[in-house]
């Protein structure tokens, strides 16, 4: 069997979390809130997890300031899906909204 995406030495491959900012009259609203930068160094390692931003930010702070805005400045926050990983990124996602 061929594989599109070869494994790692610890059989793991590369995934990603995608998120969608929309920028609505009303609001920004993003649409799932990624990783975040809750879960600890062995949780990382164990999952190859590449979330780190610049000065402690996330990835997704690190695009949203590419985009000229600021956690802060997203009204609404809509996840598809909820499950241990991604919960972890909506507290920091609605502190940072406040």
């Given at each position: 069997m061929q594989r599109r995406?070869?494994?790692?030495?610890?059989n793991r491959i590369?995934?990603?979390l995608r998120c969608?900012?929309?920028e609505h009259d009303d609001g920004l609203v993003l649409v799932d809130t990624g990783l975040g930068n809750k879960e600890d160094d062995k949780f990382k390692d164990i999952?190859?997890?590449?979330?780190?931003?610049?000065?402690?930010?996330?990835?997704?702070?690190?695009?949203?300031?590419?985009?000229?805005?600021?956690?802060?400045?997203?009204?609404?926050?809509?996840?598809?899906?909820l499950h241990s990983i991604?919960?972890?990124a909506i507290p920091t996602a609605i502190r940072r909204a406040a």
């Open positions: 995406i070869p494994a790692d030495e610890r590369p995934l990603a969608l900012l929309v999952y190859g997890v590449a979330n780190d931003g610049k000065d402690g930010r996330t990835q997704l702070e690190d695009a949203l300031a590419e985009l000229g805005y600021a956690p802060g400045d997203v009204r609404w926050v809509i996840d598809s899906h991604t919960r972890a």
